[in-house]
């Protein structure tokens, strides 16, 4: 099996793993165990005890990989890779019992920052939907086994666009005039509240587009390459990476129409 196959298949593995956690946690009830940058950005146990699974995991499948996580933070290793990981992404759906959350793990080589980094691996586990959407590069992306092309030759005011809020209220009015100053440019506008299962949206044709700021690099380190080998293009603001200044993603053709929109719409932004 070519490295890069192994390297998703072991994120897959822990994911479900993960996932299945997160399904008994959810079932259970849910237990806030904080909240961090707001009243409306919280914790919850489950996402506690499904990280320290996955870190558990790789240090005893990958023991020289490095390790950032959205709980615990990060750990170096000595291989030149790091695995990035949400353990749920899209906590406050699972908070709510909204059937649109998952554990995205990603693998990358370089420095964890996705200004520089090289996505290898992904996967992105749903276990409310029954659904696992995998890659690696050069490989395509798949979801449950089945190859994923992303929709091709949409006009932008065609489009079903996806997008997201940040947990600042103030930040979230300013996000919500850009989206007041697009909608009218698309065909409609959809907020899922789980970044990687946008970016996973648009590989799989659910979305024709998806645009988001201030995503953190666990949000999307799994979603983008998984989107990407499923044939969009996956940027930032101009000709820069996908960073939390911004990230876009979109079929080529559909890309070029968005993201210079999008340029004009954030202009304004500080």
Not at 139 to 144: D, Q, R, V, Y
Not at 240 to 263: K, R
Request: hydrophobic share 45%.
């Amino acid at each position: 099996m070519p490295y890069n196959a192994e390297l998703a298949e072991i994120a897959l593995t822990i994911a479900r793993r993960a996932a299945e956690l997160a399904w008994q946690r959810r079932a259970e009830g849910v237990e806030v165990a904080a909240s961090k940058s707001s009243l409306s950005d919280i914790v919850t146990r489950a996402d506690q005890e499904a990280e320290k699974l996955i870190r558990d995991a790789l240090a005893a499948a990958r023991p020289a990989d490095g390790f950032l996580g959205e709980e615990s933070g990060g750990g170096s290793g000595s291989s030149g890779l790091t695995w990035v990981v949400d353990p749920i992404d899209g906590t406050v759906n699972y908070f709510y019992g909204i059937p649109a959350y998952a554990v995205s793990i990603a693998v990358v080589e370089g420095e964890p920052d996705p200004r520089t980094w090289r996505t290898l691996a992904a996967a992105v586990v749903n276990p409310a939907a029954g659904e696992a959407f995998t890659a690696f590069e050069g490989g395509g992306a798949k979801l449950n086994g089945r190859p994923l092309h992303v929709k091709s030759d949409t006009d932008l005011a065609l489009a079903l666009v996806g997008t997201g809020f940040g947990y600042d209220s103030e930040k979230r009015v300013r996000q919500a005039k850009i989206v007041t100053e697009l909608i009218g440019r698309v065909r409609d506008v959809r907020r899922i509240g789980a970044a990687s299962l946008d970016l996973c949206g648009v590989a799989a044709g659910r979305l024709d587009a998806y645009f988001e700021r201030g995503l953190n690099p666990w949000d999307h380190a799994a979603g983008a390459l998984i989107a990407r080998e499923a044939g969009a293009t996956v940027g930032g603001l101009g000709d820069a990476p996908a960073t939390s200044d911004l990230i876009v993603a979109a079929e080529p053709g559909l890309y070029a129409q968005l993201n210079p929109l999008l340029q004009e719409l954030y202009a304004d932004w500080r």
